[in-house]
Structures are given as structure tokens and as C-alpha cells.
T-cell receptor, first 115, second 115 residues
Framework: AQSVTQLGSHVSVSEGALVLLRCNYSSSVPPYLFWYVQYPNQGLQLLLKYTSAATLVKGINGFEAEFKKSETSFHLTKPSAHMSDAAEYFCAVSFRTGTASKLTFGTGTRLQVTL | DAGVTQSPTHLIKTRGQQVTLRCSPK?????VSWYQQALGQGPQFIFQYYEEEERQRGNFPDRFSGHQFPNYSSELNVNALLLGDSALYLC??????????????FGEGSWLTVV
């Protein structure tokens, strides 16, 4: 079955440190890949998406992600964490099958940023 | 340009009751999907509507039903509510079913508590 796995339900970094949130997918063909952020008591906001153009995707708020087919990964990074980055991050995939599709989400990673 | 709007934002229902949640898609979007997000979990796909028809459905019982109107807005209905239906219900909109990696935008969600 096609799926997405986020390693680490909680990640804590110091302000100014590198942020690395991990996402791996399982699929026989490269899917579309997304990262969403969810702030407390809010909906989901798209950070970035991969749709088979450049493998390094730049998103909003200084985040970027690299698609690595050989590793079936799409890890999210940010060079320097800010306190405002504290939130829940979800990796999601959709698959190029049929004319209708859906997003399959990982279980999420809660990012904590400390002083 | 209004984004995806949902109503109501919060509601409390009793077991066995029925609930209707409403969604207006982002301007120009014609495809609406519904997701259920239980506390501490990633969103789970319920179903997707396009051209007023249910196009794809996730693993949810028939108690969950929906409708799309000619103006592309949508309703989610849940009958015979169970305590386990307590969750954040997210509406998402996009342009055409996601066959080409179109961006999916989410609303702020409707918090349903079943007591």
C-alpha cells in the first residue's frame, strides 16, 4: 500500500539551529509530495510541494525540501530556526492514479523551538 | 480573494444526533475534499466532490455523506454520531481533481465534539 512515514513525532531545536524534519514515502512511481504546517487551533497551510520539476523545492518562511528518489525521501529543512516556526508539520503525498486523487498524510512532527 | 471558508467553527453534539458542516471553496476552485483530523493525528481523507459527484472515498462508513452544490460549495453530513467522531473536520479545495499536482488549500476547520 502507498504510504508516508514521518520519523520523529517531536523534534526540539534551539533558536538559530538547523531544522530537519524527515519524511519517507512508499510508492511504485514518484508521487506528488507536500509539506503543510499547522499552528495551534488552525487549519493547514502549504509550505511547499514537489510535482516532478526541480528536486530541490523552496517554500515559504525559508523552508526547503529535497526529493530523493533513490531514498524515497522528501525531508524538510530550514537553516536557522525561529521561535515562530514552532508548530505541527505534516508530510503528505498524492499519487498519479486515475482522474481523482487524495492526500495521504503522515502522522505529523511537532517542532519545538527553544531559546 | 477569500480562501476556503468553513462553518461552524465549533459545535457540540450528543451521541446519536446528526450534524452538517459547510464549506465554500477558494474562489475559482471546483473540487472539494473533506478530511477528518482526530486529536494528535494527521488528517484522514473522507471523500472528494467534483462536478457535484463523489469522485473518491476514503475508509469511512456510510454515516458520512456529502453534497456539492452548483456553486461548488459543499456539505458534510454525519449521522448517528459516535463519541469517536469527535475531531477537527477540514475542508480542502483545488482546481480539478488532483491529477497534475494542483495545490490544495485548506480551511480553518470545524471542531466537532460529541458528548
Amino acid at each position: 500500500a502507498q504510504s508516508v512515514t514521518q520519523l520523529g513525532s517531536h523534534v526540539s531545536v534551539s533558536e538559530g539551529a538547523l531544522v530537519l524534519l524527515r519524511c519517507n514515502y512508499s510508492s511504485s512511481v514518484p508521487p506528488y509530495l507536500f509539506w503543510y504546517v499547522q499552528y495551534p487551533n488552525q487549519g493547514l497551510q502549504l509550505l511547499l510541494k514537489y510535482t516532478s520539476a526541480a528536486t530541490l523545492v523552496k517554500g515559504i518562511n525559508g523552508f526547503e525540501a529535497e526529493f530523493k528518489k533513490s531514498e524515497t525521501s522528501f525531508h524538510l529543512t530550514k537553516p536557522s530556526a525561529h521561535m515562530s516556526d514552532a508548530a505541527e508539520y505534516f508530510c503528505a503525498v498524492s499519487f498519479r492514479t486515475g482522474t481523482a486523487s487524495k492526500l495521504t498524510f503522515g502522522t505529523g512532527t511537532r517542532l519545538q523551538v527553544t531559546l | 480573494d477569500a480562501g476556503v471558508t468553513q462553518s461552524p467553527t465549533h459545535l457540540i453534539k450528543t451521541r446519536g444526533q446528526q450534524v452538517t458542516l459547510r464549506c465554500s471553496p477558494k474562489s475559482g476552485h471546483d473540487t472539494v475534499s473533506w478530511y477528518q483530523q482526530a486529536l494528535g493525528q494527521g488528517p484522514q481523507f473522507i471523500f472528494q466532490y467534483y462536478e457535484e459527484e463523489e469522485r473518491q472515498r476514503g475508509n469511512f462508513p456510510d454515516r458520512f455523506s456529502g453534497h456539492q452544490f452548483p456553486n461548488y460549495s459543499s456539505e458534510l453530513n454525519v449521522n448517528a454520531l459516535l463519541l469517536g467522531d469527535s475531531a477537527l473536520y477540514l475542508c480542502a479545495s483545488s482546481l480539478k481533481p488532483l491529477a497534475s499536482g494542483n495545490t490544495i488549500y485548506f480551511g480553518e476547520g470545524s471542531w466537532l465534539t460529541v458528548v
